[in-house]
């Protein structure tokens, strides 16, 4: 039965809600790519990009998904054959190396468990090994959107400098960026690569990446086969606030809002909201009585929440019925956590009763799919959510 | 402190919350009113809105809000000095008769209590004293917006019949139409008056009526001055698609849209919706230990519920506190009932999710102001909203 | 044949085109226009809308179309059974007289040729006959919609002070304001009426009104019935940024676009602009050998230009055949010009291509229907188009 | 001096206007693509395209602009060292086949004449040379964005059917598809390249991509890297209403608009309008005595005119100062022919009076640039756009 008024609560984590600010500002007639209109609109938006990014160096932009955004910051800094590693900790970094993979690298997996950060310790050991440098690069997923993980990426560049090893670090930020701070020039990043649809609160369909002067200087020397990607042509074009070829024109409308919309919140409060958002969603599981996959405090993911089923129950069957009863869609279980675990996004444009109703809808979904919890979870996260404010009053 | 991220929670009994389907409707350009696809789209609009409001005789739409409509059924069928009866048990019923006033009508009113339905005892009682008919009109307000009271108006129309008195029977419907069936014709109303922005889910500025034919024959006699909302002038128009005076052009396109809407919904559906809203929201109110206003559980509304506050308690302060905190908007206590009672609306475009998130702001921001409640409303709530789900079940 | 792809040419004198950041700013959900954000909207739209009619007093806005905002005029100052005196040199004077008389004013018509501005020496010569001032108020539309002539309302002041007359001044800008300068003080204007649909850009429905403190002492003494275009409510709540009944709220945000509009482009450059626009049209229909219908080149509209067509033609035949073919609509004939002439607007949101592009549609159309024109009037409105950029070169 | 007021005249051959209905459905809020309503839509919207484009089988979508569509072409089918014959009559041929370059392709230009279509007996004479089959895939541009030249695609599929050469046809329908015909299957067209911002009248941000059996045979020995482009994760996705990575869904929301629109007017129509636009617009460079650049009648192009103007004078310049009198944008010349010609735009969402509006624009551009131009190139186009209708009158 189909219940069908209202709004929609979307919990994926990723795409996230579109503001209706920026679904207005996409809402404008495309204009010339090649107008003084269009170049003062780029000319205005890169740098509130740079400072989100945390980096002063280059910024581009591809009208493609953050798949793209992967496969461009593999393609302009490598040749082929070249071996990577590839921290696996997560589902999006095996997509990554599946993208690595294809185009001819040479991947070496260091497995990681799901349930944690990155443990920096296994890095340094499998890079201290590498005494010839032939890893050429290191990726890591900042935020592994599949388990509700968040890696301390700065560790990575610190085992790196300790080793001196060469290796270029290349970090994926797709469902970080604009809700987590992201620090590319202080974490010594060489290609930070996201996307329009999760933190940035666009709909999908902007590739965004930041690099280096040292991921410059190997794209010198890369030989992968590379046009769309290729980042030299962006390099001369987004100086005058142009494209090599027709950009997003109407995503970047969205996007000059949603810099705006950064501004007026101001990123501290963007970051603490997050990070308040997630931990009520954190109670709330443990008021069900059920387990948070993220087993480490220290890397909870203040942007989603991977919530494991006990045994017996398919969290897709539970997620179907969920969003037929009640108009909200939550995560998959990705990857071998298919059926197992069902993800809670709590990224981009959110607040403590928009979270509230979502929290309220998987209580009576739980409960009307069987799941034995204990009707606590919402009361638990109402008691996170209110302490914010109390704290405030004092 | 702020916290404005996300979407807004706009629970007043009214305007109610737009859904994004009909604001993108109005956001089209103007058209000629007086051409040809104007004419097309009024004569497709209003068999839908006469299905609506229970009617097969004209229905009139003015650029106007509520109050006109109030304003355009006293001065289309009465005539200076005449006497009407004003059914009075809730505030709207006085913005009314100060209408009727003003307009240099004699008004006498019936007064009720607030609590509870009209008592058609009462009206009856008035009415058999008239034996000469000197009352020339009864109005009532079907859905009071001040206390969360239903009346019921039929009711009203059979004291009327037994009598055999003439005088009209004028009802407003503001808050009713879209959220709880009315029966113009069934019930025997002679003008119904409604607007756009609560039940019919658009911006304020529409302003309804239907008339039946009584009150047709009434406006040829009646003498109040008249102009822009003069019946006759509409009638001759509108059955060619048009309007006397340059109408609504963009609200009228979302009027289109909102039709599309409940007619995918079902009516059915959509009134069995705010009923079961409603009896999850008085289910809160009574989990946290206060008092639904309403005391009659057959008079109900379900668009809104008022909450009485225990004394020493100023609800505006605490509504302020709840804007500020959580974003979202309360409706203040009305004429006799300010900071009093707190209102919640639960009509238009509403969810169970949104419902619910709004119910844990409501008990967040009781707690933060220190009014003594029990936690337990929102999962009272939560118990009656996932109940319809378990019947759909079996 | 239908030829429906790309824009609506929208060449009516009213609605006028909606530029799309109005229609955006209207597409934003409805707000509580009882909370601080919708006062703080208030408050800063009416500074802009009064420095447009360039008054430093009150200034009303009601949920209505123009018609209401003629009706709010009368109603406020004036009793039943006052004389009034109209200048009737258009259509929208006798619609202005119908709604007086059906008030119940005692309206005296001052008959004056449509084809030229009010002669102010016949206005004097009937007023200077009125010693005992039974002439309550003087009626005059600044900018008739119908027949393409503004009148010079500052001259009628002059008369009225000359006479030490104490009627009240009411004036119709329904179709100058934000096309033409208006100056509410500067003209000793007692009432200024307007609406939202022509020189403002926005959709009908916003009924505008500016009072001299003269007209406010009139509404004390005043005794016409009104309840829902009663200043006095208004003037109360407006302070504080509120309306006594609900306003329309969306179309509030659209003024708060216009205005900005109005700011960036410059009053000054809007008003040359239409002056502008309106020579070229001129220019155009001298160019097809036929007449303006304005014979006083003092009097000419800057908003509309009326085109008498020769013998034997159907102004309204030619406009359907125009809108059929080019999906361009044209004014048509009103009252006793019906069918003799038709009418191009070039207000609000236009630029040279777009009236280019409209004259290019009716050159054809003309054509196409047989009326013998000279096929130079395109050309006659380019060479006025382009003379402006000429002499800016210099 | 800026005239900024209106809309602005967009006649840069792509992107294209795009229609309001269009915008407003991409201001839709983005919902969860892997979710049933997403499955629907994207079910909805294949056929369609598939209808459009003329073939049956898989149609890709990628979050991409043209050049990415161009770039999937080749990384599908083509392996690092294989021969392609670039069929070289325009700069978007050059485009392609530097992009094939840098992908490492060995690239073979049979350059042709820009002023005409393909010869196809001098693509027969060169494929005739090649018995042994080492080219691999042969480029055609469908449409010429830069020269406004049509090619004949069929007549470069029958050289190769009647030489039995095994050569991939690889065709790019940026700027044609959805403004003139584009057979994919009856052309035996292997690989069709097409993108959203021209014909298709959406924003920039979609590339689109049809394939016939022998290109998908082709996939599975090309050993060309490939991951984001890679049609086969897209084949298995799409069945299901899927796709690999995050899609473009807001676009998808205004490409199901685009095609209802398109079945709305009718295609026959649609082609018929470009062609009838594209007539007026030649009739207007020859009533100035300017040149069409494109020779040969048979091949010019219906969606854009490409104007040379006389020695000494630069179209950059004169580009600009239409722009900055008019707001009017017009395409800049493109590679050799910078500063030699302009380009107007006649495609997508367009009608008469938009066309004629422009071209007014031009004829006013042109003279106060000072180029010596006869003033009867506007009459020269009405006559053509009026024909039209006399024509249908019959």
């Not at 290191?138 to 388990?147: G, P, Q, R």
């Not at 087993?295 to 045994?311: G, I, N």
Request: charge should be negative; include cysteine; aromatic fraction near 6%.
């Amino acid at each position: 039965m189909s219940f069908r008024s209202g709004r929609h609560f979307l919990h994926i984590p990723g795409p996230s809600n579109v503001p209706d600010r920026i679904l207005r500002a996409i809402d404008r007639p495309t204009i010339d790519h090649r107008g003084p209109e269009f170049a003062e609109l780029v000319l205005g938006v890169l740098p509130g990009l740079r400072e989100l990014i945390g980096t002063s160096g280059p910024v581009f932009l591809f009208a493609a998904s953050g798949s793209g955004a992967q496969e461009a910051a593999l393609v302009n800094t490598l040749s082929a054959g070249d071996t990577i590693l590839v921290i696996h900790n997560g589902f999006f970094a095996t997509v990554w190396q599946d993208t690595a993979r294809k185009l001819g690298l040479n991947v070496e997996i260091l497995d990681l468990p799901w349930e944690t950060g990155v443990d920096s310790n296994r890095v340094a050991e499998r890079l201290s090994q590498d005494a010839e440098g032939e890893i050429k690069a290191v990726l890591v997923v900042h935020n592994e959107t599949s388990s509700g993980v968040t890696n301390n990426v700065h560790d990575v560049r610190l085992v790196l400098d300790q080793l001196r090893h060469p290796a270029l670090l290349l970090v994926d930020t797709v469902s970080s960026l604009g809700s987590i701070p992201v620090e590319h020039e202080k974490w010594g990043v060489d290609v930070t690569v996201s996307s329009s649809q999760k933190g940035m609160m666009l709909p999908p369909g902007l590739a965004i990446q930041a690099v280096s002067s040292r991921a410059l200087a190997a794209a010198d020397s890369a030989t992968l086969p590379r046009a769309y990607w290729d980042w030299k042509s962006h390099l001369d074009s987004n100086e005058t606030g142009f494209f090599p070829s027709t950009p997003a024109t109407n995503l970047i409308y969205g996007l000059g809002e949603a810099i705006t919309m950064f501004r007026e919140e101001g990123l501290e409060q963007v970051y603490r909201r997050h990070e308040h958002l997630a931990e009520a969603t954190r109670a709330a599981v443990r008021g069900w009585g059920l387990e948070v996959f993220c087993q480490s405090s220290q890397h909870y993911s203040p942007v989603l929440t991977a919530v494991t089923l006990p045994e017996g129950f398919d969290s897709d069957v539970i997620r179907d019925l969920i969003l037929d009863r009640f108009d909200l869609s939550l995560g998959t279980g990705l990857g071998k956590l298919k059926g197992r675990v069902f993800r809670i996004g709590h990224l981009g444009s959110l607040n403590a009763l928009m979270l509230a109703g979502a929290l309220c809808g998987i209580e009576m979904g739980l409960q009307l799919a069987g799941v034995p919890i204990h009707t606590e979870g919402v009361q638990a996260a109402l008691k996170v959510l209110r302490s914010r404010f109390e704290l405030v009053e004092e």
